[in-house]
């Protein structure tokens, strides 16, 4: 962090330390005229104190940062002047406060405080422990401008079912505006209105409801006044808006002709009923004999009444002090008790092909002649079979049907009391996660041995038991939100009216870490090692080709060592190289021989002079002379030779590497 981040950091600091240490408080002063004394030559000056008389030469050092958010009202009908503020201090500590009043001409101090007064307002506040004192600003004040209106009261409220009629009094003043606020008990929102004069009806409030009432009122260029005190008023009750939820069943005691129907509806939404429901009216009566209608009354939620067999009409009402509710009206054949039925549904393999419709055909074991006969849409897969006796036995088809043809049926048995006639089969684990497992069975057609109400698929272990019932349409179920490393046992549960069996049970582990989980992050882990293997191998061959080139180490070759060693010293021989036994020399030809210096093992300070090669009748010498020899110095001479061959070799004598280098002149 740079100097500068730190000082500004350290500054922060500072100040929001200094901003801990400020403590406030709300102050609040009211003031009559009888409060109020002048300062003896001081005419323009009214205090509450005569210590805060000062003399005129006196120049107050105000402190506006101890008084804020300053507000101030005057309430005409007491005469009394109120202001409102948060004092700031180091410290807690219990302060007094006093109001200064200046004006620019003389006053008398009683009746400075009037509804046309205009004057400039210090506050002046005293410590009691140490008794420091600081002074506020100085606030010009229009008295006009701030006159308050005295808080109403309500004075009396009366009640409908959805409205609230409001009188209230606001004194001896008059105001030129009231708005009313009001809410539901269970709401936290108000709702507010403007009325001109009192009373004022608030309208479309639910009825047999509670709410919260106040009332605040102003002058025409004054203040508002403060809310009123709530009220809580409560509508009245009003005729249930609702008819009732009706369900009905129709229970048969064998051969003889009265049946029981047995009505069960649902109590109504508090804003439905609109009241205390007091109870319920049920009228029943047969289609073909109307004069034998009956009507009962009960409180409760269901009634049982003793039937024919033959066609009904029952009315429901549900009615509290104010009246009743809608109708209910429900047809009811009691001939065929169709308060028995079974709901079937079949699977969607029907639709692979375009199904226009499907047929339902049922019957009874006792009586197959007898046949029954249901249509449904082709997009619907499930279907309502009315008329079910309680203690038969039932085969059900449903067949496909597309246009003029016909699919093979799907058949299953069932009973009112049993449901479908299968029992569950072949219970296996399919798949266990890390936080789910799957289970799957079968279904296979039985004759029930017991009276089994239901099937349960239960999930039991240390964390807590799941159950959910299973129907025959259902084959496989998943659990989630498991936990890992966690064992649980899965089993089938049989439901009978005295007690419940264990049908097929399972005990599955959940593993620690999921197969493809850990392939998941596996794969990606060796591709990227893989792939950084490569990149390292390539970019190191790469790197080395281009920015560390391979220098060759003459310490590793026999000539670079005897080049590097410097101990070395020559032996001063002068060798001789005679041509005449590897060339045939011709006396019309000349040849040359350019005898140069390539390399140099003597030392820098040692004179160099180069060789030269002579040839005598004799032969051709490689000769180099002394120091001390007057030997002419040259550069690279030329000497005569006979024809060589094109090829050329190094000659070393002593100390000095020499390359003989082949050419050939033309003579004269």
Known sequence: MSGRGSLCVLICVFFFCCALKSVFSIQELTVTGKDLKDCGKQKNVCVMSSADCLAASDVLTATPESFVNMSCHYLVHEESFTCRWIQMSEIRTETVST?????????????????????????????????????????????????????????SVNVTDSSVNVTWNSGIITVTKCRIRYKHLNTESWTETASNESPFVIEGLQAFSEYRLSVSCAHESGRWSDWSDETRVKTSESSPSASLSLSYYVASDGNSGVRQLLLLWKALDVTDARGLIRGYEVSYMPIKQPSLKKTIHTAELKAVVLVRAEEYEVTVWAFNSAGHSPPRRLRVDASRSHGSSLRIRWDRDFSAVNVSEFAIEWSAVTNPIRKHWQRVDGSTFTARLTGIEPDENYTISVFPVYDSLCGPPTSISASLQHGALLDLDRFRLVNVTQSSLVVQWTWKEAKPRVNVRQYRLVLEGAHGKESLSVFPDKQQHTFDQLHANAKY????????????????????????????????????????????????VSSRTIFREYFFPIVANPRYSLIGRWLLNPHLKGSGKICVLKLESLFQ??????????????????????????????????GTTLWKPNSDAHAPFSLPEYVDLPLLADNSDYVQTGQISTVVHLSEKTSD
Request: net charge negative; glycine share 2%.
């Open 99 to 155: 109001f200064i009043f200046r004006r620019t001409d003389d006053v008398y101090c009683p009746s400075i405080l009037n509804f046309f007064s205009r004057f400039n307002l210090t506050i002046k506040s005293k410590s009691v422990i140490d008794q420091k004192e600081q002074f506020s600003d100085v606030y010009p004040v229009y008295m006009e401008e701030i006159v308050q209106a005295p808080r109403p009261v309500i004075m």
């Open 489 to 536: 046992s899965v089993y089938i549960q049989g439901e009978t009216t005295t007690w419940n069996f264990s049908k097929a049970s399972l005990d599955v582990n959940t593993p620690l870490i999921d197969y493809d989980e850990m392939m998941r992050f596996a794969v990606p882990v060796v591709l990227l090692l893989l792939i950084f293997g490569i990149f390292s």
């Open 585 to 618: 020399f011709d006396q019309q030809e000349k040849n040359f021989i350019q005898v140069e210096r390539r390399v140099s093992l003597i030392s820098e300070h040692e004179e160099v002079i180069p060789s030269k090669i002579s040839t005598t009748g004799e």
